[in-house]
């Protein structure tokens, strides 16, 4: 008898740990990355509204973590310690390459624009008025460039401004530092920096945050459209979890509590993507390697011939996948 009792004592305990364990299991959180582009706790009060609805919304528990580069994101999601970001498009290419990452959704401006635009700054009462004006002086100049992993603050200036000028950014001015968009600004609104890079998104958020700063800065050059931030997740994540990151993701937004929070973080409703939102960028990575290759004069003719040949065909690929995109996008637009 006594044994029989112990058997089933022992089952129960047995059952109790399997359940346990299936809980603690349904229970892993979900690590949300956020780019640091002002200071963290800024930016941990426009984001907390969000992901403290995020985790009421999916059953899931919901980290944030705010990294103060981008490379601190993609090396967190390649060792699972990052399980979803915001990033920009650069940082994003690197982690869908490197980091086993996927893009899913992308933001949307709350005044509906299809992305941003990279600018350079300077002061008001600088006499540098161009890109031209910035050149001729950059050796009396310290530049503010941004993060590596930047689209905004590095990869698009970085070819628009410096490679189709044939100027190393790194060497071309008296002083080149490296920094947050915010950071930037401010060193160039106080006086530490004379031109630096910036986006016109942290614009729209420093004349919030410290209008006064941002009264001091005036804009010598502004990019080309770049596409709207993308949210980027680990393929390792479950079936399961996708599925609830996924709908709250898409149906946030629909009631007047989420608007406004959606307003607070300057953003509308996400919308739907994939990796094929990088293929622009890719292209602008391809170029700029290639700006650099044809202007290397220590290369070996065939060598240099091998290179480019190599990022011809990348491209051509790039832009074949862009082609169908775009015929199917118009196959759809005239069916509806």
């Known amino acids: ?16 740990s399997c359940v346990l364990g299936t809980a603690q299991a349904e229970e892993k959180a979900i690590n949300f990355g956020i780019m640091s582009t002002e200071s963290s706790q800024n930016l941990k009060s426009i984001w907390q509204p969000f992901l403290d609805d995020m985790q009421r919304k999916t059953g899931l528990k919901i ?22 970001a915001w990033l920009g498009n650069k940082a994003a290419m690197e982690a869908v390459d490197r980091s086993n990452g996927e893009i ?7 005044n509906g624009a299809a992305g941003y635009w990279s600018v350079l700054i300077v002061r008001k009462d600088s006499p540098i008025n161009s890109v031209d004006d910035m050149l001729k002086n950059a050796k009396s100049l310290t530049f503010g460039n941004g993060d590596p992993n930047s689209t905004s603050g590095y990869l698009v200036p970085g070819y628009y401004v410096f490679a189709k000028n044939n100027v190393d950014a790194a060497t071309a ?31 729209d958020r420093l004349e919030v945050t410290q209008p006064d700063k941002a009264a001091l800065l005036k804009v010598i050059w502004k990019s080309p459209l770049i596409p709207a931030d993308p949210l980027v997740w680990s393929k390792a994540l479950s079936d399961s979890e996708k599925t609830k990151i996924r709908d709250f993701i898409f149906s946030y937004g629909d009631t007047d509590e989420e608007k406004a929070v959606l ?8 919308l739907a993507s994939s990796d094929d939102q990088l293929l622009p960028i890719r292209q602008l990575e391809l170029f700029k390697q290639r700006t650099t290759i044809s202007a ?25 996948r862009i082609t169908s995109l775009e015929k199917s996008e118009k196959k759809t637009a005239n069916a509806g």
Do not use: P
């Open 1 to 16: 008898m006594l044994n029989r009792i112990g058997r089933v004592f022992a089952g129960v305990a047995l059952l109790a």
């Open 63 to 84: 980290n944030a973590t705010f990294a103060s580069d981008y490379a601190g994101l993609i090396q967190g999601m390649r060792f699972n310690k990052v399980d979803v």
């Open 104 to 110: 899913f959704a992308q933001t949307a401006a709350a």
């Open 173 to 203: 001015f008296k002083r080149t530092l490296n920094s947050s968009h915010e950071v930037n600004a401010l060193s160039v609104a106080k006086g530490q920096l004379d031109v630096a890079t910036f986006n016109t998104e942290s614009w």
């Open 263 to 270: 307003k607070g973080m300057q953003l509308g409703k996400f």
């Open 296 to 320: 290397d004069t220590k290369l070996e003719a065939a060598d240099k011939a091998k290179r480019l040949a190599e990022i011809d065909a990348e491209l051509a690929k790039l832009q074949e």
